[in-house]
Nanobody, 128 residues
Framework: QVQLVESGGGLVQAGGSLRLSCAASGRTFSSYAMGWFRQAPGKEREFVAAISWSAGNTYYSDSVKGRFTISRDNAKNTVTVYLQMNSLKPEDTAVYYC???????????????????WGQGTQVTVSS
C-alpha cells in the first residue's frame, strides 16, 4: 500500500521556522524524485521544491529560494523527505503536499502532472 504522510505543519509567526516531513512507503521510493507543492485558499497548487532520487539535484521556486531547504533520507523501507522552512512569511500560508515521481535520474520534476503519488497535505499558517 502506497503511503505518503506529511507532518510538521502548524501555526507560526512571520519570521519563524517549521520543518515538514513526508514519510513515503509502499514502493521503492529511494528510486523516486520527491517534491513539495502547496495550495493556498482560492489558488492553484504550485511547485515549491524538489529533489532527485540520489539527492544530487534540488530545485526551488523563486518565491522560496534561499529560505527553504529540501532534503531526504533514503532508508531501506521508508523514505523521508524534509522541507526546512525559515523566514516564513504570511504568503507561505497554504496546505503543503508531498509528491513522488517514478523517475530515477538526476532530473528534478517541477510540474504537477509529472508526479505519480501524492500525500494528503499538512496545513501551514503564518501569522503577521
Amino acid at each position: 500500500q502506497v503511503q505518503l504522510v506529511e507532518s510538521g505543519g502548524g501555526l507560526v509567526q512571520a519570521g519563524g521556522s517549521l520543518r515538514l516531513s513526508c514519510a513515503a512507503s509502499g514502493r521503492t521510493f529511494s528510486s523516486y524524485a520527491m517534491g513539495w507543492f502547496r495550495q493556498a485558499p482560492g489558488k492553484e497548487r504550485e511547485f515549491v521544491a524538489a529533489i532527485s532520487w540520489s539527492a544530487g539535484n534540488t530545485y526551488y521556486s523563486d518565491s522560496v529560494k534561499g529560505r527553504f531547504t529540501i532534503s531526504r533520507d533514503n532508508a531501506k523501507n521508508t523514505v523521508t523527505v524534509y522541507l526546512q522552512m525559515n523566514s516564513l512569511k504570511p504568503e507561505d500560508t497554504a496546505v503543503y503536499y508531498c509528491a513522488a515521481d517514478r523517475i530515477r535520474s538526476d532530473y528534478v520534476p517541477t510540474r504537477l502532472d509529472e508526479y505519480d503519488y501524492w500525500g494528503q497535505g499538512t496545513q501551514v499558517t503564518v501569522s503577521s
